[in-house]
């Protein structure tokens, strides 16, 4: 699961996609008033920027995306969307741009109504065309990032509809699902790690292994289990090479990149023959797409504000809606080569359809018990011609990347490494006064070394419960 990238930013001119050619789609600063001289239309469409040039990127919480559907940071249940060409996408931009110090006529917010071409991702591009697109897949919260991660391992937020990045978590999630069905299951992470926040879970050491040291040794030996789940890289490291997650304002070649190198591990490997590659967004990230996200049903009763969250900032929301639609990618020799699906989809999909695939009866929540999976496009027999590799297309990186050592984190970064040091502290092991890491390789070392000791703590707790 990567982040942050709506349909239309990545794939909106996809040939046979349901993308930006379906327009014209635009919008402007303003939507309440007319376009002008000092209203300007943008539209939808120009070539997309690879990192950010102002700014930390488009707003994405759940108040950011209300003004982006709706021009209102609060809206009412069952309130009707704005046509799509009065949408607040540009009007949204322009705050965050202002939030970070970027005002007046200096302010570009094209950005976030721009498009990539084919092929200037050349791995996702090459993904798609040789495997299944598909291009009516929703994330489940008109939000940030953390809640719909959790979604995809449990199929409800518990109520978080804002980032939380190490609260306790006790729900059910697919992973126990899969071991009580006598099915195996990893985490391979980088520095960042959500499914740690699972205290059901959180105590199985070995289920947690560090992606670069691990994840291609397992594939090359045979020995990946039966459910993996990857997290990119959040934080540039010196050691382990720049962002992979494709947050904004990073670079996103890097992410394209992983996308080729875990497609080579696992085509080289041999368990090929029996997988499924499934690579997906989080949430749109702010920008523009033009599709109308479908009502929702809550998964479990829970509204946002969750239970304990006495944050003044915490939204109000009753996770009766999806969020905008996000690329998705289904890989495996069992794929068609060149298909643009259609089926309506979301994150809670793919648990619906790794049950089908195993055998595991029952669902998580109401979200996932809603959910269409998509089993029907498996083939009746594995193909023989998918590409060995896509390491030969994957894109070239800017002449001279940041360095990490020197490279201020940006926001989001400081809002996780901060999170996660409230949260391990208290830890035998814990950084009480510690300075908080300033520079992206400070981040990641600092996350993969505390995520990594809070999940040495908890497992030994389990062992002496």
């Not at 804002?162 to 699902?177: C, F, G, H």
Request: glycine share 8%; proline share 8%; hydrophobic share 40%.
């Amino acid at each position: 699961m990567l982040e942050n990238r709506a349909f239309d930013h990545l794939f909106g001119r996809w040939p046979g996609a349901a993308g930006i050619g379906t327009g014209p789609w635009s919008n402007r600063p303003n939507p309440a008033l007319p376009a002008g001289a000092g209203n300007r239309v943008i539209a939808a469409g120009r070539p997309a920027q690879f990192s950010v040039a102002q700014g930390q990127g488009p707003g994405h919480s759940l108040e950011d995306t209300n003004v982006q559907l709706f021009t209102s940071r609060v809206v009412a249940p069952g309130a009707v969307l704005r046509a799509v060409n009065d949408r607040g996408f540009v009007e949204n931009y322009l705050q965050a741009l202002a939030a970070d110090g970027v005002r007046g006529a200096v302010a570009d917010p094209s950005a976030v109504m721009q498009t990539f071409t084919t092929g200037q991702l050349p791995a996702l591009s090459a993904l798609a065309q040789n495997f299944v697109l598909c291009d009516q897949w929703f994330a489940e919260v008109p939000g940030p990032t953390m809640p719909n991660r959790l979604y995809m391992h449990a199929a409800t937020s518990a109520g978080w509809a804002r980032n939380e990045w190490s609260v306790a978590l006790d729900s059910v999630t697919i992973y126990e699902q899969l071991q009580q069905s006598g099915h195996t299951w990893a985490v391979y992470f980088s520095d960042q790690n959500e499914v740690a926040q699972y205290s059901r879970i959180n105590t199985q050491r070995a289920n947690f292994k560090l992606y670069e040291s691990s994840f291609a040794a397992d594939a090359s030996a045979g020995r990946l289990p039966h459910y993996s789940f990857i997290i990119p890289r959040f934080a540039g490291s010196a050691a382990d090479g720049p962002v992979t997650s494709m947050h904004p304002p990073q670079d996103v070649r890097p992410g394209d990149q992983l996308a080729a190198e875990v497609y080579a591990a696992l085509r080289g490997g041999p368990q090929w023959p029996q997988c499924l590659y499934v690579l997906t967004f989080d949430e749109h990230g702010g920008y523009f797409d033009h599709a109308d996200p479908p009502a929702a049903v809550n998964p479990d009763g829970i509204d946002s504000p969750a239970p304990g969250d006495t944050a003044a900032f915490a939204p109000a929301f009753a996770f009766d809606r999806l969020g905008l639609r996000v690329p998705t990618l289904l890989v495996s020799p069992y794929l068609p080569a060149g298909l643009v699906y259609s089926k309506p989809l979301q994150h809670t999909s793919l648990l619906v359809t790794v049950r089908t695939l195993f055998g595991i009866k029952g669902a998580l929540t109401r979200r996932d018990a809603a959910a269409a999976g998509f089993e029907e496009l498996f083939l009746d027999t594995p193909r023989s011609d998918t590409p060995a590799t896509l390491l030969a297309g994957a894109a070239a990186l800017q002449e001279a990347p940041i360095d990490p050592t020197r490279a201020a984190a940006d926001d989001f970064m400081r809002e996780m490494a901060g999170q996660w040091r409230g949260a391990t502290a208290a830890l035998p092991s814990g950084t009480v006064g510690a300075i908080a890491p300033a520079t992206q390789d400070e981040v990641h070392r600092f996350l993969r070394s505390e995520i990594q000791a809070f999940l040495d703590f908890r497992a030994r707790q389990g062992i002496s419960a």
